[in-house]
């Protein structure tokens, strides 16, 4: 009889709706979105140097064949400031690093590098986020590892941590 | 103390609902007399002691008792007196609270006003309404209490979101909650029948007013939410089929088709399955939605109280109470006996039209709503906005409007397609005006366009059924529908014309200067601040002008301090042909005397809220109608008073 | 009461009037030619923003929104169509970037549901009435 199979689809729509609400209470939204950028070359950009004492940035810095990290932070980002000490470690163990600034001032830029330390060896300044599209970043903090013809090999969203610093330097590693 | 009494309150409510449970039982299955003579008397006590207890908490927020913790955090010593109020139920302990009133009150209004169901189906279903009851007292009183203490006290409380600090908050979260909950009624009259096996005419005719209240509180939730959302939010929108919204709108259709199903169940006993499933279906709907808006699956901008845990626990009374009932469904539909027949050109048939139509539409609502969830559990990320949801319902609901102006002109039980031929009249009229916007207006999407003319064709076949009828003589219950239909036929028309006609201007202006939207002239004239009970503003003054007439606009930007937050008003000058929507915001720094204004002239958009409070006002008049017929024929019918 | 709020008024003012730093400028600069802003506001209308709960572009008043808005305007007025833009967009964030769920792969029972909904309850009611219930 029709009715017979037809009775239960309301249940099955419930079990439907109950399956997805577990899903999600068990693995809690990632509120990120990823670069679809990665495995694609550096997208061209050239942009000026984000404060005194720095130089500015463009792809070319990154195809010279030595694979390098790329973070994109701001002064007015707090995450930023506590990824520091991790940024050191890293480029301690041998990482180069340049760097762009978000809708940043010269003199915040300044301040901020005084306070938290200067990992960069070149800084560029972003002032109305349009690299920051180009590369597929969502904010701040971010790390893009990019290989040495400048290709974006991975994106690391969100600050650095101590458990993020090993598995990151064996990516940069193995891109040498 | 106060705090200590409403918990005490709600303890003993509980325990009276697990009474009600018992005498419920006791009634339907005909065990034991005494046992059951108590449903009546427990149920009304429980109400009242709910509306003790919710009175205790709104007294403890206007007091600003700010050793209960939940006043603590949602108010503040200097707010203003109505939003103290307010704040009651604009947190989740208390919006819960307020969900378990009405749902106590629900059961003593059954208890006192329901009068005809037959008795065993009348107990079974108050059984239903005191277990549903149950599950959230316990969700209350053990995972959401509100009367939970704060020790040390702190001196001023947290504040209330300003975003919330307004007038909306005192309508909206009420009339919504009245109609969610209200129809737990409809639900638990749903599952008594299902139990009883009884789901005939009478039993939709004590059923259908009951559907009726809550869904006109419904109509006037949706309505006040969508508005205060439209000023509130400062970007000129009125529905983003944004998760929230959809939350709100799933029970509301579910409703809709449950009230057109009831109507055909009690005057010609046909339906009779489908009446009980969207009986099932709308509640289940509301408790989806309370658990979508608090459990933060879903992101989205209207978002409240986010809270996992808590919302795993209303996942799980979801399972228990949906699961429970649709099973019963499955089992025990086969035993309902079939209603009367029709033919497939007939009133019945176009209400089943409407009924498929309308679970259609909630389908793609509800899975467009979910799918995001769906595809990151394959491993895909998309995003389903307005333009799926748009592309897909619109056409539906054009659809829906061909029925409207189809099925009241049709016979029940048969009838052929003869009786349509007044409709040409309205399709002329449709399709002269159709293409008479589309020439005039080139450029203007085509479902702006369509929708206008439907909207006047729906306006012009609601009036049928008065035709040929003494006005004076006419049921109450007939003029409800015709007025909800041309209601509807507003709406549609604002909608329409927003959608279409909307002009939008953006422009930096400097004290002095000024733009043009719509026909309408605005200068900027001064900019100053402003200061308001817990807010400083910065307010700008518009002189707007067009034909002649002169208005003052004055949107500005608010920094609130409990919490700290800034916050956009927007101003509105309505004038009976459109709105003119203008907010301000700071202009880039290199031109600090240069203003960011941001203005739009939304011609007929008010149609929209005042089309919904006419939809609202047609069922009032149905649901007085009802009660007319009711005591009018059977003054002394009281199932209460039966041995 | 009110000197204090007067004083307060003096050190929120700047936050308020400074709270926008520089932003591209067709971020909130309409298209000189209403057909292209248009398009334009059609496009923004579709677009989700990065950062905010939901919003689009077109009503978010977040940076990254603006400057987005700013991309858009700049590409229709360059002459692109709707198809290479959301094309540019989903290059760099997605498919997750537009509103309107793509047709194929995940999105592609959303599209069809209707129609198999709709099918399907009419052949569910039609074979009743064909029963003979007449």
Not at chain 1, 45 to 74: C, H, Q, S, W, Y
Not at chain 1, 81 to 96: F, I, M, N, R, S
Not at chain 2, 410 to 436: E, F, N
Not at chain 2, 460 to 480: C, D, E, K, M, V
Request: aromatic share 10%; glycine share 8%.
């Amino acid at each position: 009889m029709k009715r017979n199979w037809l009775v239960w689809m309301p249940l099955l729509a419930l079990a439907f709706v109950a399956g997805l609400a577990i899903f999600r209470l068990a693995n809690p939204n990632t509120d990120y979105v990823s670069s679809e950028m990665v495995g694609k070359p550096l997208p061209e950009f050239t942009l000026p140097a984000a404060t005194d004492g720095v130089e500015g940035l463009t792809t070319a810095n990154f195809r010279d064949g030595k694979p390098r990290m790329l973070n994109i932070f701001a002064s007015w980002c707090l995450p930023c400031q506590a990824e520091a000490p991790y940024l050191d470690q890293l480029k301690a163990a041998g990482v180069e690093f340049h760097a762009i600034a978000i809708r940043d001032k010269p003199e915040d830029v300044a301040k901020f590098l005084a306070q938290n330390g200067n990992p960069f060896v070149r800084i560029g300044a972003d002032q109305d986020m349009l690299v920051q599209l180009q590369l597929g970043s969502s904010g701040v903090p971010e790390t893009y590892i990019i290989d040495g013809k400048g290709r974006i090999a991975y994106q690391h969203i969100g600050d650095i941590r101590e458990e993020h610093v090993g598995p990151l330097l064996k990516i940069y590693r193995s891109l040498k | 103390m106060i705090a200590e009494l409403g918990l005490a309150a709600l303890w003993l409510a509980a325990s009276l609902a697990l009474l009600q449970m018992l005498a419920g039982w006791a009634g339907w299955r005909q065990a034991s007399e005494p046992l059951a003579a108590l449903l009546r008397p427990v149920a009304i006590a429980q109400g009242l002691l709910c509306l003790l207890s919710f009175g205790a908490l709104i007294w403890l927020f206007y007091i600003t008792d700010l050793s209960v913790l939940l006043v603590a955090a949602n108010s503040h010593v200097d707010k203003p007196m109505i939003f103290k109020i307010a704040a009651t139920w604009g947190n989740h302990e208390g919006s819960m609270l307020l969900w378990v009133t009405v749902l106590a009150l629900s059961s003593a209004a059954i208890a006192l006003f329901e009068r005809r169901l037959d008795k065993p189906t009348l107990s079974a279903a108050m059984m239903a309404q005191a277990a549903l009851s149950l599950g959230f007292f316990a969700f209350l009183l053990f995972a959401s209490n509100p009367f939970a203490r704060l020790d040390p006290a702190p001196q001023t409380g947290a504040g209330l979101n300003p975003l919330l600090q307004d007038i909306g908050l005192a309508f909206h979260p009420p009339t919504l909650y009245f109609g969610y909950v209200g129809l737990s009624v409809a639900f638990s009259f749903a599952v008594g029948a299902l139990l009883t096996s009884n789901a005939g005419a009478s039993f939709a005719r004590a059923m259908r007013p009951w559907v009726l209240l809550a869904w006109i509180f419904l109509t006037v939730g949706i309505t006040a939410g969508s508005y205060w959302a439209y000023y509130e939010l400062g970007w000129g929108g009125w529905w983003f089929w944004d998760p929230v919204e959809n939350a709100s709108l799933m029970p509301w259709l579910a409703a809709t088709a449950l009230l057109h199903s009831v109507s055909v169940l009690a005057s010609r006993d046909a339906l009779r399955a489908w009446t009980i499933m969207l009986a099932l279906v709308a509640f289940a709907m509301s408790m989806l939605g309370t658990f979508l808006v608090r459990s933060g699956i879903l992101t989205s901008v209207h978002a409240f109280a986010v809270d996992p845990e808590r919302g795993s626990f209303i996942l799980a009374l979801m399972l228990l109470y949906i699961g429970g009932a649709l099973t019963l469904f499955a089992l025990k539909i086969g035993q309902v006996r079939e209603g009367k027949l029709f033919r497939l050109i007939s009133r019945e048939s176009a209400i089943v039209g409407n009924n498929i139509l309308l679970s259609v539409i909630l389908a793609i609502v509800l899975l467009g709503t979910l799918w995001p969830l769906a595809a990151e559990a394959m491993g895909d990320r998309i995003s389903v906005g307005p333009p799926y949801f748009n592309k897909t319902t619109i056409p539906l609901v054009f659809l829906l409007f061909l029925l409207l102006a189809v099925g009241p002109l049709l016979k029940w039980r048969g009838d052929d397609a003869r009786s349509l031929r007044k409709l040409a009249i309205p399709g002329a009229v449709v399709i002269a005006m159709a293409v008479g916007v589309w020439a005039t207006n080139p450029g203007v999407s085509l479902w702006a366009i369509l929708g206008l003319a439907l909207a006047a064709g729906i306006a012009l076949a609601s009036l049928f059924p008065l035709l040929g009828r003494n006005l004076l003589r006419t049921p109450l219950t007939i003029w409800g529908m015709v007025i909800a239909h041309l209601g509807l036929a507003i709406t549609v028309a604002g909608m329409s014309a927003e959608s279409g006609w909307t002009s939008e201007k953006l422009a930096a202006l400097a004290i002095g200067e000024s733009a043009e939207v719509g026909g309408w002239t605005v200068q900027l004239t001064d900019v100053t601040p402003v200061v308001g009970e817990n807010w400083i503003a910065i307010e700008g003054r518009m002189s707007a002008t067009s034909k002649g007439q002169a208005f003052v606009l004055t949107p500005q930007m608010r920094q609130f301090f409990n919490p700290t937050q800034q916050t956009t008003e927007a101003a509105l000058l309505t004038r009976w042909d459109g709105q003119l929507y203008a907010v301000l915001a700071p202009a880039t720094s290199d031109k600090r005397e240069k203003w960011q204004v941001r203005l739009w002239w939304k011609p007929l958009v008010t149609l929209i809220w005042f089309g919904g409070l006419v939809i609202a006002f047609g069922g009032f008049l149905a649901f007085l109608g009802r009660l007319r017929i009711r005591f009018r024929r059977k003054p002394e019918e009281n199932v209460w008073k039966q041995a | 009461m009110k000197w204090f709020a007067v004083l307060l008024l003096s050190f929120a003012l700047p936050t308020l009037v400074a709270a926008q730093e520089t932003v591209p400028p067709l971020a909130n600069q309409q298209l000189a030619d209403p057909g292209q802003e248009a398009r334009a506001t059609k496009l923004m209308s579709v677009i989700r923003c990065i950062q905010c709960q939901g919003q689009s572009i077109h009503d978010s008043d977040a940076p990254i929104a603006a400057a987005m808005r700013h991309e858009v305007r700049a590409r229709v007025q360059s002459g692109e169509n709707d198809a290479q833009i959301n094309a540019w967009l989903k290059s760099r964030y997605g498919e997750w970037i537009s509103f309107e769920p793509p047709s194929h792969g995940a999105g592609l029972v959303l599209w069809l549901l209707p129609v198999l909904l709709l099918g399907a309850a009419l052949l569910v009611a039609s074979s009743r009435f064909r029963k003979g219930k007449s």
